[in-house]
């Protein structure tokens, strides 16, 4: 299968421990997103890849959290000093922008999630 | 006021009813829209877009009103496999980012 893949799919850790979460997303798929959602929420925007682009990262919550993209393609979120707060399903979506522009208007492919429980 | 805002329900129907969902939206520069479903502890999929004529496939139809920015969804003749959580999403572009907020999803229940 060719579907966007994350690792770990589960994770328990104890507060204050970092936790890195990857998400290796469909090939060729320039852009690059990771939404979070908390039990019974709404997605929540997290950072936004496309391409060679800066990250926009305007909907990471505290400077503890910190995601990397290399080489276009896998990317890794990091969570320093976790909190129970921090708890919920880290979801990472990838998707084709229309005819390679930047504006992109097609569908978001995600990934089954990394469901983060911090003791 | 939030981006993206939808009943939360949850919508309980039996089977073969209509049901309608809808979303409003807050920023009028918003450009692309969809409905997805997601289904319990499972990842979102996409269901349909939603263009300003407005567009079926099979039971389901989505409208867009762009004057009085508002969404919706109708599914015919419901399923028990439509049981599930739909969510609204909106897009723009600004700055070369291209950000879909969804809404909290309206969640409905199909009983025999």
């Known amino acids: 299968g060719a579907g966007v893949s994350q690792s770990p799919s589960n994770k328990v850790t104890e507060k204050g421990k970092d936790v890195e979460l990857r998400c290796d997303p469909i090939s060729g798929h320039t852009a690059l997103y990771w939404y979070r959602q908390s039990l019974g929420q709404g997605l929540e925007f997290l950072i936004y890849?496309?391409?060679?682009?800066?990250?926009?990262k305007s909907g990471l919550p505290s400077d503890r959290f910190s995601a990397e993209r290399t080489g276009g393609s896998v990317s890794t979120l990091t969570i320093q000093r976790t909190q129970q707060e921090d708890s919920a399903v880290y979801l990472c979506?990838?998707?084709?922008?229309?005819?390679?522009?930047?504006?992109?208007?097609?569908?978001?492919?995600f990934g089954e999630g990394s469901r983060l429980t911090v003791l | 006021r939030k981006e993206v805002e939808q009943d939360p329900g949850p919508f309980n129907v039996p089977e073969g009813a209509t049901v309608a969902f809808n979303c409003t939206y807050s920023?009028?520069?918003?450009?692309?829209f969809f409905w997805y479903r997601q289904d319990c502890r499972k990842e979102p999929k996409l269901l349909m877009s939603?263009?300003?004529s407005g567009n079926e496939d099979g039971r389901f139809t989505a409208q867009l009103n762009r004057a009085s920015q508002y969404i919706s969804l109708l599914i015919r003749d419901s399923k028990l496999s439509d049981s599930a959580t739909y969510l609204c999403?909106?897009?723009?572009?600004?700055?070369?980012?291209?950000?879909?907020?969804f809404g909290r999803g309206t969640s409905l229940i199909v009983h025999p």
């Open positions: 920023n009028s520069a918003s450009q692309s």
């Open positions: 999403v909106v897009s723009r572009g600004t700055g070369g980012s291209y950000i879909p907020t």
């Open positions: 979506a990838s998707s084709l922008p229309d005819g390679g522009q930047r504006v992109n208007t097609g569908e978001l492919f």
């Open positions: 939603v263009y300003s």
């Open positions: 890849f496309q391409g060679n682009s800066a990250p926009d």
